[in-house]
């Protein structure tokens, strides 16, 4: 048994990613192939194949089915291996391929970048979490540099190995002191080189803001306040589910439509927030929670120029309510 090609180190599951193999042997034979995650020693899928000598398997459908199931919640400043990518094994009748790494997008494992097109200049209100994507292949640090009235008061920092691997940076700032009105998130890759440096300048947000969450075409993630929450209307559905002892209950699911609107913006600040539209899975962050929305509309129009200044969404919340008495 042997494995005559494998996908490359940074391949994309967007393409085929296809592993070709020989059992070395003349007597069609049944193999069972167990596509293995290497970071969480988990199966993500196994099955079988009838009275082959050869074969080739493409585990890309596998890994883009499963790109909505590892984004994780922290209350303290964190990072953790991107969901945008994958460490994998294959085993063969017990025969194991080499591990290799793979991305949402294709990544360039000779370059260290942020993977989030945020810009360097950002408004953020205390209570909101910050999320950024960044690739460093070895290490990745990320230090917090807090003011209060100009003044420096402070700081906290990350420093995570990443195994060749994109890290999601997670900075919640509800526990930073009131008394903040900006502070600077420096990436690097080692103490010489800077990724990315953001300047965040606290605010007061109304009551209508929604902040939202996205993963833009690269993998990395994104997330914009947007200020403005008007709400346009409600729906139910009546339905039914079982209950106790199969007893079928009736039950409600509620539909909450609201149109966000975004603050007057730089031209590249609206570029990256118009790639909202091709993110399949968008997710409001409301504390320290993340729960998907839906985009009702995934059409943006541009002026005469091909400029946008200002975006709106329809977004709509959905809950199944509880049994109708």
């Known amino acids: 048994m042997k494995f005559t090609s494998i996908p490359n180190n940074g391949s994309s599951w967007g393409d085929e990613l296809i592993y070709a193999i020989d059992t070395e042997v003349d007597t069609p034979s049944n193999l069972v192939v167990d596509i293995r995650d290497l970071k969480s020693n988990k199966s993500l899928g196994r099955y079988r194949l ?179 929450s008007i709400r346009t209307h409600y729906k139910a559905k009546m339905g039914q589910s079982v209950g106790v002892r199969g007893v079928p209950i009736d039950v409600c699911l509620n539909e909450r439509h609201y149109q966000i609107i975004s603050a007057l913006e730089t031209p590249q600040e609206m570029n990256r927030l118009a790639e909202i539209v091709f993110s399949p899975y968008v997710y409001e962050m409301v504390g320290d929670d993340i729960v998907e929305v839906e985009l009702t509309s995934r059409e943006i129009l541009f002026d005469k120029h091909g400029m946008l200044r200002q975006l709106s969404l329809d977004i709509c919340e959905t809950k199944r309510g509880g049994a109708i008495c």
């Not at 596998?62 to 994998?88: D, G, Q, V």
């Not at 260290?112 to 909101?128: A, F, K, P, R």
């Not at 103490?191 to 990315?196: D, E, F, H, M």
């Open 50 to 228: 009838y009275g082959v000598t050869t074969a080739e398997v493409n585990i890309s459908p596998y890994l883009r089915s499963l790109e909505n199931l590892e984004i994780k919640r922290s209350n303290t400043a964190t990072s953790y291996i991107s969901p945008a990518s994958r460490t994998i094994a294959l085993l063969i009748n017990g025969y194991a391929s080499e591990e290799r790494t793979f991305f949402r997008a294709p990544l360039d494992y000779d370059k260290n970048y942020v993977l989030s097109e945020i810009t360097t200049d950002q408004t953020i209100s205390l209570g909101e979490a910050i999320r950024l994507t960044a690739f460093a292949k070895e290490n990745l640090s990320v230090l917090i540099e807090k003011y209060a009235s100009n003044r420096y008061i402070g700081s906290e920092s990350i420093n995570q190995r990443t195994y060749g691997n994109p890290m999601e940076v997670v900075i919640p700032t509800a526990k930073f002191s009131g008394s903040i009105d900006s502070f600077i998130v420096t990436l690097r890759s080692d103490k010489s080189t800077i990724l990315q440096r953001i300047v965040y300048h606290v605010v007061e947000r109304g009551e209508s803001s929604r902040r939202l969450m996205w993963y833009n075409k690269l993998g990395g993630v994104e997330c914009y306040t947007f200020p403005t």
